[in-house]
């Protein structure tokens, strides 16, 4: 190959890189109006990944083809975990349904004539139970754990009683303000939670008591430069979802609760703990905010073992 020739090449494509890499700049704005933080990072740092291997086998965004996706797909397929597990299906759900959305934006903005994406099918995702859930006395010795005589100690208080109220996640948690909670009527806002959806959950009363009381005796003391989020870490920061799970830990192991305790774990577990009182299931849809209800039902089958646990103990044929 003539060096003229070369050097048109490498013209070519830097300028195809740079119109791929204004499209993403385009789509970048569009996530953010869209989808919530952690959510928009992850789908632009997948659309990233894609990018990158198609440019290592010589494709342009622009001549990409389904054939290209299926491909990556059975990429993702093939890689490991560091310790050499692959990866769980709602992972690469999760990946591919990036893509979907990136290329979805481009051929309804018209830069692109087709969709690639479009046909592709997302991998089944295998049903997977809760893998711990607190039992009642659990919950409260871990709901007592904190020494309400500190200022930490009502903080991680009013914490642990709205994760065992609402179930709410960790990161609905975070972005939470003093304006979105009612102590009078018992109701917590939760402003642009997942799928940027708003709800109104009710609060029991211990959990509006805690409130109540972090922010009349506790919450003022943390406030240094940010004033805006109703929990705030010990220098006055936002609380974040590490910091949260650190909590929880804590006064878990505090309790001496032997299991992995987490802020889901909390959110499983008051789920099972209504559904096992005879709530409905449509209400405890609402109060942990799925989008679907076959996302809640799967905390039948937790109550379904529980009961085959009682049939094999009890019963006189359940052996």
């Known amino acids: 190959m003539s060096p003229n020739l070369r050097k048109r090449e490498r013209n070519q494509q830097a300028t195809m890189s740079e119109k791929a890499g204004r499209l993403v700049g385009l789509y970048e704005d569009d996530v953010r109006v869209r989808y919530e933080a952690k959510t928009g990072h992850e789908y632009l740092r997948e659309v990233a990944s894609f990018l990158s291997w198609l ?69 089944r995702s295998e049903r997977r139970l809760p ?12 709901l007592e754990a904190p020494d309400p005589m500190t200022v930490t100690g009502l903080r991680d208080r009013a914490i642990l009683e709205t994760f065992y109220a609402t179930g709410i996640r960790a990161g609905e948690l975070s972005n939470l303000t003093p304006d979105d909670v009612d102590t009078e009527e018992r109701v917590l806002r939760i402003v642009l939670g997942k799928g940027r959806r708003d709800r109104r959950v009710p609060l029991t009363r211990a959990a509006a008591e805690a409130l109540d009381l972090y922010l009349a005796k506790a919450r003022a003391k943390l406030v240094r430069r940010e004033k805006r989020f109703l929990f705030l870490q010990n220098r006055g920061s936002r609380m974040d979802s590490s910091t949260l799970n650190r909590i929880v830990r804590q006064w878990a192991a505090a309790a001496r609760v032997k299991k992995r305790v987490t802020c889901h774990v909390f959110r499983h577990s008051v789920a099972t703990h209504l559904l096992k009182g005879r709530a409905d299931i449509r209400h405890i849809q609402a109060l942990l905010g799925h989008a679907s209800l076959a996302t809640t039902q799967r905390y039948t089958h937790v109550e379904l073992q529980d009961l085959q646990k009682v049939i094999r103990r009890a019963h006189p044929r359940g052996r």
């Open 131 to 142: 893998r711990v859930i607190l039992t009642r006395e659990e919950a409260r010795k871990i």
């Open 55 to 123: 440019e290592n086998r010589g494709v342009t965004l622009a001549l990409a083809r389904t054939e290209d996706v299926l491909s990556y797909q059975s990429f993702l397929y093939a890689q490991r975990k560091p310790n050499g597990k692959p990866y769980s299906s709602g992972n690469l759900k999760n990946r591919i349904k990036a893509l979907k959305s990136f290329f979805r934006f481009l051929y309804r903005r018209r830069y692109l004539l087709h969709d690639p994406a479009a046909s592709v099918d997302y991998p």
